[in-house]
């Protein structure tokens, strides 16, 4: 089964102020979920100063361009898994969390973990 997992954070993400430790660690956990056949994809996100929306509301088509600034979380990134279950997708995404933990302490981050509906 394949598992969607949104990668929110509390802030934009500052990925060239973010510590280097941490994308030296989320590389090689990347890099390890693809050689064990896990990943299927995984990319971060641009900031959303250059993100649309669009948005239907009352009917009516809106397209509204970055930043939001009513935003409270920005979604920075995904991965896409290959999981026997959800608990094996959540703990992908506990350790994606945890390594954040560990080389980016006061980061505030959420791993959404949702399962892919397969078209039948």
Not at 59 to 69: I, R
Not at 74 to 79: A, D, L, N, R
Not at 93 to 101: D, G, I, K, N, P
Request: some cysteine.
């Amino acid at each position: 089964m394949r598992y969607l997992i949104n990668v929110v954070h509390d802030r934009p993400a500052d990925f060239e102020g973010d510590p280097s430790d941490l994308h030296e660690a989320m590389g090689a956990f990347v890099a390890k979920l693809a050689a064990d056949g896990i990943l299927v994809d995984a990319a971060g996100l641009e900031p959303t100063e250059r993100a649309a929306r669009v948005d239907l509301h009352g009917g009516k088509v809106k397209v509204v361009d970055g930043p939001f600034a009513e935003a409270k979380e920005w979604v920075g990134g995904y991965f896409i898994v290959q999981c026997r279950s959800q608990e094996e997708a959540v703990e992908v995404a506990r350790q994606s969390v945890e390594l954040h933990r560990v080389h980016a302490p006061g980061f505030e981050i959420i791993h959404e973990v949702r399962r892919i509906l397969d078209a039948e």
